[in-house]
């Protein structure tokens, strides 16, 4: 087992951390953040991701995972360095690796000679050699390790990966990452740094062109009379397309596919080729939030001013507290600037946080939520909000009007009591 450090403990160096501890590794996790590393180490996750807290706490009692503010007790010893710090996306559309630059400028000159330095942030194509540049510490190799976990799903998605890409030009030190991963069962590509580097910004477009899509279908179903369920079911049983990522929403969002899909639409631009292809998938998705509001809008009359509207769901997706890019908030953005009042509840929001508009009234329960309001928005499918039923509802709305962005509901038991429904491609 080896000696590893982790640089950033976010969604990405936190999972990773617990994990590799979870795999028998000896794990040193730093951050700059003291508070947040005093209540890590107490076993205090400040995140919403299944599973996450009991690896934690696991990876303290049994000493294989400990953190520290101190760069020098992170690095010191360790032989193996993951950087996982957050890579944010500038207005312009590019990313801003500022803190990789920082985090690398801290730890270049106290690293162990021989040592291997791994880029788990997502970074922009030919970071890799920038990183180089930065150690100026020829003794040190740089490996591209890409994540590809989901909010939600992310520490099932570390110890049961679809695969474990590394990008290397030293076939020793990518051995050496490989073999951190030996109890995992994936299939393993060894490749150059760029091309692992781009291997993350393609599958993160290519989901996002497959939401848009469907979404797009969803419309045609919705304009010619068609279920969007079965026609998903019929394309999605053909071997070369099938069912993942081919359900319909609100349109997507998150820490992750917006950014990553801008960057790689400016570096692609930058390279010299015009990506309008995924200019397209982003349009279409900015349409998506239009629609929904559209439905909404119809289900009230025609006009949003003064109306009520209740929201179920703010975070971007469920099983998670990320609000980040969420769908919902941008709805609710375009909401506001009709005129409508909101009522929101969401299982991990009990007031106010950063990304949520002021003017939205914070609910502790859905059903609070309806009290008085126009239409009953379901934005985020959080298992809460499955077992809620019409008759539920239909005393605290003001009209009964549903519009379920993510087909939970059975039309037919909604509108048997009343109630207008509208879902996506239905």
């Known amino acids: 087992m080896s000696k590893i450090a982790i640089v950033g403990t976010g969604y990405v160096g936190l999972t990773a951390g617990a994990c590799f501890a979870h795999l028998g590794h000896q794990v040193i996790c730093y951050d700059i953040d003291k508070e947040k590393i005093d209540k890590l180490s107490n076993g205090q996750i400040p995140i919403v991701e299944k599973g996450l807290e009991t690896l934690v706490k696991e990876g303290l009692e049994e000493n294989k995972l400990s953190f520290t503010s101190i760069p020098e007790e992170a690095v010191s010893e360790c032989e193996v360095i993951f950087l996982c710090v957050p890579t944010p996306q500038r207005s312009d559309g590019t990313t801003d690796i500022s803190m990789v630059d920082s985090a690398v400028s801290s730890i270049a000159q106290i690293l162990p000679e021989n040592s291997i330095l791994v880029n788990k942030s997502t970074v922009p194509v030919g970071s890799a050699k920038k990183v180089i540049e930065g150690l100026n510490r020829p003794d040190i190799e740089v490996v591209s390790n890409p994540e590809f976990l989901r909010e939600g799903t992310a520490v099932d998605d570390f110890l049961k990966p679809e695969r474990i890409i590394i990008g290397s030009k030293n076939p020793d030190a990518a051995q050496i990452v490989a073999e951190l991963y030996k109890k995992i069962e994936a299939p393993l590509l060894i490749t150059d740094p760029i091309s692992a580097e781009t291997i993350k910004y393609t ?170 309001a126009n239409a009953v928005v379901l934005l985020t499918d959080w298992k809460e909000y499955e077992t809620i039923g019409p008759d539920d509802v239909t005393d605290r709305l003001a009209d009964l009007n549903l519009i379920d962005t993510r087909n939970v509901f059975n039309p037919k038991e909604w509108e048997d009591k009343g109630f207008t429904y509208q879902g996506i491609g239905r």
């Open 203 to 372: 599958a993160n477009a290519f989901l996002v062109t497959k939401l848009s899509f469907i979404n797009s279908i969803a419309a045609v179903c919705e304009g010619v009379g068609a279920d969007i369920t079965d026609v998903i079911k019929g394309i999605g049983s053909d071997s070369r397309i099938g069912e993942k990522y081919m359900r319909p929403g609100p349109g997507w969002g998150g820490s992750c596919f917006p950014k990553d899909t801008k960057s790689l639409i400016h570096m692609a631009g930058q390279a010299g080729y015009n990506f309008r292809f995924l200019d397209t998938a982003v349009a279409v998705n900015e349409e998506q939030f239009d629609r929904v509001v559209q439905k909404i809008r119809t289900a009230v009359g025609g006009e949003l001013e003064g109306k009520i509207v209740a929201v179920w769901g703010l975070t971007f997706k469920a099983g998670t507290d990320d609000l980040r890019d969420s769908p919902s908030l941008a709805v609710i953005k375009r909401l506001h600037e009709e005129g409508a009042a909101v009522t929101a509840h969401d299982p991990t929001v009990g007031q106010h946080k950063e990304g949520i508009p002021e003017q939205v009234t914070i609910s502790k329960e859905p059903l609070e939520a309806c009290e008085n």
